[in-house]
Every structure is written in C-alpha cells, then in structure tokens.
C-alpha cells in the first residue's frame, strides 16, 4: 500500500477520536474542544497531502480515488451531524451539504461506469474550504465579540458555494445522467 493510501487510511481511522474528543470534555471541555480541533486540522490535511503525492510521484490508485472522497465526507459529514447534536447548526443545512455529496458521488460513480472522470471543480473546492473553516470555527466556539456573526457568515457562505458547486456541477456535467458521454 502507497503513502497517500495510508493517508487516507489514517484519516479514516481519526474520525472517531475526532468525535469522541469533540464530543466529550474527557480531558476538560477546552482541552478536548482543541485536541478534537488538532485532530480535525491533521485530518484535513491528510487530504491535501495524499493527493498532492499522489499526482506528483504517479501513486493514484483504484482505491485512492475511492477511499479518498469517500473519507473526506466521512471527515466533514461526522462533524456537521455532531455539530447538530451540539445545536451549533441547523439540521436543514446539515442535510444540504450532505445531500449534495450523495448527488455528486452518485454523479461520479455514473460517469466512472462510463469511462468518464469528473474532476473536481474550483467551486467545490471553494466550497470545501469554507467547509473546512467555518467546522474549524464551530469547534472553537470562541467568545469574542461578534463571533456569531462571522460563524453565520462562514455557515451561509458554504451553504450557498454547495449549493453553486451543485449545479456546477449538473450543469457541466448533465451528460452523464443523460447518456450523451
């Protein structure tokens, strides 16, 4: 097994630290809230570095463009369905976002049967930065001035870029569904 495949295995296997530090103040509540941020940063970081080895050194494999996505909503999915639980986020927009990545790995899945890659796009990439800050924030949960409305800012702004990325998305790429490939 290559590195970024053990990358994307060891992202996998933090999810549930990730959680059980988000999700209790074992250590005390700040300390787990910043082991459980630590985790999620490491985590996300993975993700860039296993792609990044494996375009450059010709590592992409089969289950790398499997594990991969699929790790990373694993990631992202896990902390917006704690944050509900939390009552840091509405259930309505957990349910968005993860639709979203239903819809484009279903996309991605067709057009794979086809022969057909779909690549990722700068608005997903937008929008998985913004996903990325505003879970980075919400674990956080600062107490300074205003850090509400800048929460709100980062929650609605990556609402709207995985609403955009969507139809980016079936819009580029309705040949897929189509049959037209």
């Known amino acids: 097994m290559n590195?970024?495949?053990?990358?994307?295995?060891?992202?996998?296997?933090?999810?549930?630290?990730?959680?059980?530090?988000?999700?209790?103040?074992?250590?005390?509540?700040e300390y787990s809230k910043y082991i459980a941020l630590a985790i999620f940063i490491v985590a996300s970081l993975t993700d860039l570095i296993d792609?990044?080895?494996?375009?450059k050194y010709n590592?992409?494999?089969?289950?790398?463009?499997?594990?991969?996505?699929?790790?990373?909503?694993l990631l992202v999915s896990s902390a917006l369905i704690s944050f509900v639980g939390m009552d840091r986020l509405?259930?309505?927009?957990v349910v968005v976002i993860i639709s979203r990545e239903f819809i484009i790995s279903g996309f991605r899945l067709v057009a794979s049967d086809n022969g057909v890659v779909i690549a990722a796009s700068m608005w997903g990439k937008y929008k998985t930065t913004f996903q990325m800050l505003?879970?980075?924030l919400l674990i956080l949960?600062?107490?300074?001035?205003?850090?509400?409305?800048?929460?709100?800012?980062?929650?609605?702004?990556?609402?709207?870029?995985?609403?955009?990325?969507?139809?980016?998305?079936?819009?580029?790429?309705?040949?897929?569904?189509?049959?037209?490939?």
């Open 51 to 55: 792609g990044k080895i494996a375009r």
């Open 134 to 136: 505003m879970i980075i």
């Open 90 to 93: 509405p259930v309505w927009i």
């Open 3 to 29: 590195l970024p495949n053990k990358l994307t295995i060891l992202r996998v296997l933090m999810i549930p630290f990730f959680l059980f530090f988000l999700l209790t103040d074992i250590v005390g509540g």
């Open 59 to 73: 590592l992409v494999t089969n289950f790398g463009k499997f594990m991969d996505p699929l790790a990373d909503k």
């Open 141 to 181: 949960e600062l107490n300074v001035p205003y850090i509400g409305i800048i929460e709100n800012v980062f929650i609605y702004v990556a609402l709207a870029l995985t609403i955009i990325s969507l139809i980016d998305y079936i819009v580029k790429n309705r040949s897929v569904m189509a049959g037209d490939m």
